[in-house]
């Protein structure tokens, strides 16, 4: 074990001392967080620009899918090389990457070039989040890292929020360009200020990487996240493409599992999966995703189309929800620090998600806007219980030399179960809708949704109105089977969260270190 000269000191006493440039390290951290959020939502406003000025409206889809497979596929592959190499350069790596790809795709010329940019760039933004989670947790014991929960959660909100009105302003202002170039300077901050503060021990592996193990993971996950993202768009689900990727996938993923129990530096350790609460934690997390991504589709979608909210203001409507997140994290980041107990959080957070799911599913054509923000707001009282915790808990349940792999294998978790949540929540809506306009409106309203279920502000203003109320009836019945479904998935969280063994969080908190208390575990192993 190596000791350090700034932040990343040996014990989370040293740390202490350090308070100033841990503030700095985690402010670049948080920085870079917020590139790994923001972009997506920034892009998706810029998109109609984007085809207007590049044309290619048929591939307009594969400029975020190209991303998201990028980011799928290589999450697993920072978290080892960073357990292997070292985390700082490895970071360093995937935030250079991402800022090269975020370059580049605003350069694009064409259609084309731009989903390969955006392809490189989501090579880097595999590395962000995961690279964000695998430092705190070598800086930061898990007993103090409840602290930074609300910080971690406050970025998320404001990206979500605020990603698509400065998506609107700056493709209005300055072009739709700017939406990646906005990357640079944020990325050129958070470099300078981890390449001058953060100082951790570096390593040079031995082993080699498990190539064949990367190989076939980045298979799976690609044929995976194809059949989410294309089923029952592009092609039907049950269509000879889709069972295809289904068993390339499949096979590709047993084949995965058996090589890693051969592998001797394996790319996803499965002695991890031995801790029951690490297993748990990762389903909890894939469940939190499923919620989560499906309830910010479908409830601006809602709110825009039964209750007459006003597109622009999109990422507002969801406050009630991400706000009760914010609140309810930072509650739980100091309990948890607090008294070092973290069980009840995972339980009460499903139980609210659970409640909050149901009552959004019983929302209809006469819902208030109160009372919609009312059940959103119970829907992220239980995600703000579970967002952070399911990372701090995970990363408890393993040795410090598989920080990285821990870190960026919950990431993938709840990256898969956005992926997944998106696509069956958005099969079983685009179904619903389709099949109430055929019934409401007939052959009219059925040609009206034959393209998508998911009209804009301006095909919705040229329906007739009896065709637009029809809609809105089909919305709304739309919207309720994807929330109920959401709430019985969300159920499979609550028992999860129920098995959940309260293991002592490593490093001691404030009470504790006044009281005879073991010396804590070292913050930063050399890694």
């Known amino acids: 074990m190596a000791d350090t000269k700034a932040v990343g000191t040996g014990t989370a006493e040293q740390a202490g001392k350090q308070p100033r440039s841990v503030r700095v390290v985690l402010l670049a951290l948080m920085i870079t967080m917020m590139l790994a959020m923001l972009d997506n939502m920034i892009v998706g406003t810029a998109m109609p620009t984007i085809v207007g000025e590049l044309g290619g409206l048929e591939h307009l889809s594969w400029v975020v899918t190209a991303y998201t497979l990028a980011t799928a596929a290589s999450t697993p592959l920072w ?12 970071f360093m790596s995937s935030i250079v990457l991402f800022l090269i790809g975020s370059a580049l795709s605003g350069m694009a010329q064409d259609m084309g070039q731009l989903i390969a940019f955006r392809a490189v760039q989501g090579l880097g933004a595999g590395g962000l989040m995961v690279g964000v989670m695998a430092i705190i947790g070598d800086l930061i014991p898990p007993r103090e890292r409840g602290k930074y929960q609300g910080m971690m959660a406050g970025v998320m909100a404001l990206a979500m929020i605020g990603g698509p009105l400065l998506g609107g302003t700056i493709t209005d202002h300055w072009g739709w360009r700017w939406a990646f170039y906005i990357n640079l300077p944020l990325g050129v901050v958070a470099l300078t200020a981890i390449s001058a503060v953060l100082h951790l ?55 995965f599992v058996i090589w890693q129990t051969k592998a001797a530096e394996p790319v996803l350790p499965l002695h991890i999966f031995r801790s029951r609460n690490f297993t748990l934690m990762s389903v909890i997390g894939f469940i939190t995703g499923f919620v989560m991504f499906g309830a910010t589709l479908f409830l601006p979608l809602y709110q825009q189309s039964v209750q007459g909210a006003s597109a622009t203001n999109s990422g507002l409507l969801l406050l009630p929800m991400l706000g009760a997140m914010l609140v309810t994290s930072m509650v739980a980041g100091r309990v948890t620090t607090n008294t ?5 959080f995972p339980v009460v957070g499903s139980v609210l998600m659970v409640a909050g799911l149901y009552l959004l599913s019983l929302m209809d054509t006469d819902t208030s806007r109160l009372t919609s923000g009312v059940y959103m707001a119970v829907v992220g009282l239980g995600m703000g219980c579970l967002m952070q915790i399911t990372m701090l808990v995970a990363q408890n349940s393993v040795e410090m030399k598989d920080m990285g ?53 301006s095909g919705l203003a040229k329906l007739p109105e009896a065709v637009r109320e029809a809609y809105q009836q089909a919305v709304s019945a739309g919207t309720h089977s994807a929330f109920l479904l959401g709430a019985v998935v969300a159920v499979v969280a609550l028992v999860a969260a129920v098995f959940v063994k309260e293991v002592p969080l490593r490093g001691a908190g404030p009470k504790a270190e006044t009281q005879d208390a073991p010396t804590p575990t070292p913050v930063v192993e050399a890694v």
């Open 201 to 255: 021990p570096k390593k040079r592996a031995q082993a080699r990487i498990d190539y064949p193990g990367a190989a076939l993971l980045t298979v799976g996950i690609t044929a995976i996240v194809l059949v989410t993202t294309w089923g029952g768009t592009e092609y039907a689900w049950t269509s000879a493409r889709i069972m295809e990727l289904t068993g390339i996938g499949v096979a590709a993923l047993v084949g």
């Open 79 to 90: 978290g080892k090389l960073g357990d292997m190499y070292g985390r700082k350069g490895v």
């Open 405 to 457: 792999v821990a870190s960026s294998s919950t990431t993938l978790f709840r990256t898969l179960g956005s992926s997944f949540g998106v696509a069956v929540m958005g099969a079983l809506f685009n179904s619903r809708v389709q099949d109430v306009m055929a019934e409401r409106a007939g052959a009219l309203g059925a040609k009206a949704t034959e393209q998508s279920a998911q009209l804009d502000a």
């Open 340 to 344: 070092g107990r973290y069980k009840v």
